[in-house]
């Protein structure tokens, strides 16, 4: 069960980027009218302004994000909730991986044609449970909740920010 660094995330999840580098999230106000990838790498969208972007910060590809999704949402008849929200308007752009995302994210943003533009941001999830109950499983968790020695429990939180993905993980039920 361990040992495990306690209280150092800085040892367990070292310092990761923000966002993916190189990647833009862009909602568009209308469906653009084409995505053509032309033989020069050039996108074009059939907005111009946007076209000048495109070219300015050397988009290599623009991809709807939620296209699978449309397919499925058409074939089950939801395409109506699927288009009301505006799913069908997202699209990933990919910049060169050294690009000044957030000088693009301003210009794209500021465009007429954009409803928001975002860097692609990566979000990771707190592994501590959010059962209301958690805190009485002090053999997990150790705070001295209960009046007992802090840290005298097995360091589950620690270990989950360790090992997350793993066809050999046995779950045992409480």
């Not at 692609?120 to 053999?139: K, V």
């Amino acid at each position: 069960y361990g040992p495990f660094p306690v209280n150092s995330q800085e040892e367990v999840n070292p310092k990761q980027p923000d966002f993916m580098p190189g990647e833009l999230i862009i909602k568009f106000k209308e469906v653009p009218p084409k995505i053509n990838n032309k033989p020069d790498n050039v996108i074009e969208t059939g907005l111009p302004s946007i076209d000048i972007l495109n070219s300015k910060f050397k988009i290599n590809s623009i991809e709807k994000i939620l296209d699978k999704h449309q397919k499925l949402a058409e074939k089950s008849g939801k395409i109506d909730v699927f288009k009301k929200h505006g799913l069908d308007r997202l699209y990933l752009l990919k910049l060169p991986k050294d690009a000044d995302i957030t000088k693009a994210v301003s210009e794209y943003k500021n465009d007429v044609n954009v409803e928001y533009a975002e860097p692609n941001y990566i979000y990771s999830i707190d592994l501590m449970p959010n059962d209301p109950m958690f805190s009485n499983l002090w053999g997990l968790h150790n705070t001295g909740q209960t009046g007992g020695r802090v840290d005298a429990d097995i360091d589950a939180p620690e270990s989950w920010d360790i090992k997350r993905e793993s066809n050999n993980i046995v779950i045992a039920v409480i």
